[in-house]
């Protein structure tokens, strides 16, 4: 078991709470979820989390995806049928980033006008401030002079699709932390057991934004074409000596030191020849200013495009 919670805390921000989490692994059959608004393209911050999900899936968990489309539909994302379209879309993402056939993709749609789930929907409204579910609110609503009364309802079914849904787990990015910590406060009220909360780190966007976004234009997706890899990647933020925000250096760490030791970085020899570094010694070196930001997007790029190779084919042999 103990080799189980540390393979899980790889990669992640935080466990809330790990001796909850002993007593998930003792379960037969636990249930991992995590949520997702169809509201544009998958691109690698989703991924964080898919990769985590793959990987608990190999220590024996059930995994459910909500593909959330009536809370895309309460963020004004579309028609309930226009999000439906897109969340087959990210279905198929999912799909090719290597989820398992055992994976069960949920419609918001198909339970949350159920009778059971409105009535806990209800309570937890009665039971929570309008101050608490401001709080739950996604940035963009809270920053908002006059957002929607949608934007506090949002949180409360995203506590209560945690019941619904029976997980042991609730995973997510960093972002989701004050509507999972609701979860852990409201649903107790409501009688349910709240679930295990992970955070996986946010990555930022490729233009130095905090936060990689598919409204900001801002990613790389997961379905992304070759040349659109590198063209993203040429452009990209990445100021030369800083490590600290530097989004490439993120892609490194979440992407290719899991799965490799060192990032082959390939350069003429009058401007000193391949290297080949460790995270470490690429942390370091980058650091230090002795390496060229061109030779590290060169390097990214060409690791990236065969990372996402599986998933190109397999989006390209469904259209």
Do not use: W
């Not at 590290?296 to 690791?303: D, G, S, V």
């Amino acid at each position: 078991m103990e080799e189980k919670i540390k393979i899980i805390k790889q990669s992640t921000v935080e466990v809330i709470e790990e001796e909850e989490l002993k007593e998930v692994l003792s379960k037969e059959d636990p249930i991992a979820y995590t949520g997702y608004e169809p509201s544009g393209k998958i691109h690698l911050g989703h991924a964080i989390t898919i990769m985590k999900l793959k990987q608990l899936q190999t220590l024996g968990f059930k995994i459910k995806i909500l593909l959330a489309d009536y809370h895309a539909f309460l963020n004004g994302k579309g028609s309930v049928e226009e999000i439906s379209e897109i969340a087959e879309y990210n279905k198929q993402c999912f799909k090719g980033l290597g989820l398992d056939e055992t994976t069960e993709y949920i419609l918001g749609s198909q339970f949350q006008t159920q009778a059971e789930y409105t009535n806990n929907v209800y309570q937890l409204a009665t039971l929570t401030t309008l101050k608490r579910a401001r709080r739950s609110m996604d940035m963009v609503s809270r920053e908002d002079e006059n957002p929607k009364v949608a934007s506090t309802i949002y949180p409360l079914m995203q506590t209560v699709d945690m019941a619904a849904l029976e997980c042991d787990i609730a995973l997510g990015g960093l972002e989701q932390r004050k509507i999972q910590m609701l979860a852990r406060e409201g649903l107790p009220k409501l009688g349910f057991k709240p679930p295990v909360c992970i955070h996986t780190p946010l990555l930022h966007g490729l233009d130095g934004a905090d936060k990689m976004s598919s409204s900001k234009g801002n990613f790389i997706a997961v379905d992304d074409s070759e040349e659109e890899i590198k063209e993203k990647i040429r452009q990209s933020y990445c100021p030369k000596g800083e490590v600290e925000g530097n989004p490439l250096i993120e892609i490194a760490e979440h992407f290719v030191y899991p799965f490799e030791d060192k990032l082959i970085i390939e350069r003429p020899e009058k401007f000193g020849g391949n290297l080949e570094l460790s995270q470490e010694e690429l942390i370091e070196t980058y650091g230090q200013g002795n390496l060229h930001p061109m030779d590290l997007k060169n390097a990214i790029t060409n690791y990236m495009i065969e990372f996402l190779r599986p998933v190109r084919e397999y989006m390209n042999s469904q259209s």
